[in-house]
Structure formats: C-alpha cells, structure tokens
C-alpha cells in the first residue's frame, strides 16, 4: 500500500498535492520500493510500474513530465513540448499539468497563489538553492509574491546535512543572515550543519512571502520512510508534485 504525505497548509480546494515517500512500489534493494528515478541504476520495468502506480493511485490528471535535474535554476513551464528536460522546477497556470520534482536529501518545495491558478514544484539542492532557483521558480509567477504559499517536503535534516566551510560562504556572499542556518561541528574542524529549510525560508522571506509550511522531516534520519542519498549512496527517489484542477 502506498503512503503519501499531504501538505497541511493554506491551498485552495482545487490545489492537490502528495509527496511520496518509499513505501508501496516494486523496486528490489536498495532501491526498495516505490523508487521513481530512471536515473540511479534501478531496473526501468520497476520504475515503469512505479509510476504508473504513482499515477494511478493518486488518480493524476496526466502523465507527469519527470525532470533531468541539474542542480539548476532552470524552470519549465507546462504544457511543455521542448525535447530538454534540463531543469530543477516546473511551472503551470494551467488545470490538470503536474509539477514534479525527485529528491533524495534535496528540499523539495511547493508554491501555489492563493486564488489556486498557479502552482510550481522546485528542487533545491544547496548548489541550486544557493544559486537561485526558489527566485527563479517565483519569477514564474503572475500574482504578488506575498500571494503566494510555499510548503517544504522532506529532505535532510539539520542535525544530518555536513557541509564545508565553502558552502557557508557560498550562501553568506548572497546574504550574510545565512550565516544563522550554520552550525560548527563540535567534533569536525571546518565543518558545519546546515539547516536547508532555514536558508530557503530566508529566500522565501526576502522574496516577501511568508506564508511558509512544512519542514517537518529528515529524510537522513529515517530510513523506513525516505530515500537518502547522503546515507545510503545508492538509493531511489521520491517525488513531490502539485497540480490544479
């Protein structure tokens, strides 16, 4: 049986949105089970069937488009019939198109306006986090920036996510605040645990939306329910997707 996790947030009625987690597919180890990535050495059947699982369960208006993610700050805007599917976030204003992101530790982040016409899916790794993509995703969108909801899905946990002191820097060139999602290691020198919910509320925040949810999860720390890269090196993906009807 497939186990989803639902936004708890503000979205209007005809605003759906699931993530998954790993729960309910047929991928055999390491990649069990419901592993949604063509891309990390599954068998393909398996990940065929996933998602088509994925499709049929949670009763989606179409065929997702699955991303080549990047590390960008490339945004797609669905319906979308470019052949180069290059890009970290997807885009609609339009009914029944899903936005679909894959993650593994990355923070998945989901954004609609409140009068439910336009959603978007973001993945933000730190490298696309810190170069811009929640900016890049939000620029997509028509209405007022603090008319805009936004909902972080599972990723990897401050208490999990080991960076160097170059990612500190990274994020503290773009806005020294940042410096607050660090904290030293006590038992490594010269590294830090970065807390990547708290650095993309800070984009959030000083794109002027606030009405921000989610953030709830490590996906490092629990390995019953979430794929992690960072942990497990060979693993599946989930998905956290959105669409309006």
Not at 77 to 95: I, S
Not at 127 to 151: N, P, Y
Not at 188 to 214: E, M
Request: glycine share 8%; proline share 5%; charged share 20%.
């Amino acid at each position: 049986m497939m186990k989803f996790i639902q936004p708890t947030w503000q979205a209007p009625p005809n605003v759906r949105a699931i993530s998954t987690t790993r729960v309910g597919g047929v991928s055999q180890v390491p990649f069990d089970s419901l592993n949604l990535g063509s891309h990390v050495g599954d068998d393909p059947n398996a990940v065929r069937v996933n998602r088509q699982k994925l499709q049929d369960f949670a009763k989606l208006p179409q065929s997702p488009l699955y991303l080549n993610q990047v590390h960008s700050t490339k945004v797609i805007r669905l319906p979308y019939l470019g052949e180069n599917l290059d890009a970290d976030a997807v885009y609609t204003d339009k009914p029944n198109q899903v936005c679909l992101v894959m993650t593994a530790d990355c923070l998945p982040v989901l954004f609609c306006s409140r009068n439910g016409k336009e959603v978007a899916a973001a993945h933000a790794g730190w490298r696309g986090l810190c170069d811009g993509i929640v900016e890049s995703t939000v620029s997509q969108f028509s209405c007022e920036s603090a008319d805009i909801l936004a909902w972080f899905g599972p990723a990897i946990g401050e208490t999990a996510f080991q960076v160097g002191q170059e990612v500190v820097e990274q994020f503290c060139a773009f806005d020294n605040q940042a410096s607050s999602a660090f904290i030293a290691d006590p038992t490594t020198s010269g590294k830090f645990f970065g807390n990547l919910y708290k650095l993309a509320q800070q984009r959030l925040s000083k794109l002027g939306i606030q009405a921000i949810s989610g953030g709830d999860y490590c996906t490092y720390c629990d390995e019953q329910r979430f794929f992690s890269y960072r942990r497990d090196k060979q693993t599946g993906r989930m998905a956290t997707l959105i669409w309006r009807e």
